[in-house]
């Protein structure tokens, strides 16, 4: 199983914000789309960063409520691990549990072509495993 198996169950849309833009705007992209990150990208279209729901709650740990006003960037993750679409399952568990993190964006030829998050990943693999251990017993069963 691949990003790729994800993606055209899921579809490539990617809820993305600019770095200029208040931690407000990203709360409420975060809570009307029921996400728990967003991909930064700038006026090119260049993946710029990463900001999860932990980047925010660590600012607002900070800052207080001041950090409503902070900009994107300056809480941002600037070096983002994406993945591509040929990239397996088991990579991708491997690379988030290394990493520490439960989203990963997909990209292809340097263009953004989708987002996974570890939810994408255990739902699948739960899927794969019910599927083996119904194959198993059936094989039982007729044997
Ligand atoms: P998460 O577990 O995805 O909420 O993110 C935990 C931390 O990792 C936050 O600081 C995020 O900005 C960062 N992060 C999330 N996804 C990635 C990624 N694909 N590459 C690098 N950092 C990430």
């Given at each position: 199983m691949t990003v790729a198996h994800i993606l055209a169950e899921k579809g490539a849309s990617v809820i993305t914000v600019r770095p200029g833009n208040p931690l407000a705007d990203a709360i409420h992209l975060l809570v009307e789309n029921g996400i728990g990150a967003l991909v930064v990208m700038d006026e090119a279209h260049t993946v710029v960063g990463i900001i999860s729901e932990r980047d925010i709650m660590h600012a607002l740990a900070t800052?207080?409520?001041?950090?409503?006003?902070?900009?994107v960037s300056s809480q941002m993750t600037r070096k983002v691990v994406t993945c591509r679409r040929e990239t397996t399952n088991d990579e991708v568990m491997q690379l988030m549990t290394e990493g520490r993190f439960r989203h990963m964006p997909v990209c292809e030829s340097g263009k953004l072509v989708g987002i996974i998050s570890i939810r994408d990943v255990i739902e699948r693999q739960l899927a794969v495993l019910e599927a083996e251990r119904q194959a198993m017993h059936d094989y039982i069963n007729m044997a």
């Open positions: 800052h207080g409520t001041s950090a409503l006003d902070l900009p």
